[in-house]
């Protein structure tokens, strides 16, 4: 008893696949698996570097709010008023006289 090719399913599977077809077909179905798994990267990526963003911009706006403090800061304790005041308070300083200034010629 022989077993002819045609008959046995090992033979009509490898028929199958040997079909233009079925390697179109597959071709393609394994072109849309690649294209969905780019897809599902790209998305995770984007929601990714998306949270990077709104964290990048938390530290700026932080970052902004602390620059207008300093500057406001920096300005108070550079008047003119707390300066004078802080030089007599502290350092017993006085305006100069007439008499004590000096001018000196190169």
């Known amino acids: 008893m022989t077993i002819r ?10 028929d199958w696949f ?8 597959l071709l393609l179905g ?3 698996l690649i294209s969905a798994l780019a897809v599902v990267f790209a998305s995770h990526e984007t929601r990714s570097l998306y949270g990077e963003l ?5 530290e700026h706006d932080r970052l902004l ?6 500057l ?9 008023g707390r300066v004078e005041s802080l030089a007599v308070e502290s ?3 006085q305006v100069p ?3 004590d200034i000096r001018l000196v010629r190169p």
Request: avoid cysteine; hydrophobic fraction near 45%; aromatic fraction near 6%.
């Open 5 to 14: 090719q045609t008959e046995h399913p090992l033979f009509a599977l490898v």
């Open 18 to 25: 040997m079909r233009p077809a079925t390697r179109v077909a």
């Open 30 to 32: 394994a072109a849309i």
């Open 54 to 58: 709104e964290r990048a911009r938390l």
């Open 65 to 70: 709010e602390q620059r207008g403090r300093l």
């Open 72 to 80: 406001l800061e920096r300005s108070t304790f550079s008047a003119y």
């Open 91 to 93: 350092l017993e300083m």
């Open 97 to 99: 006289t007439s008499d």
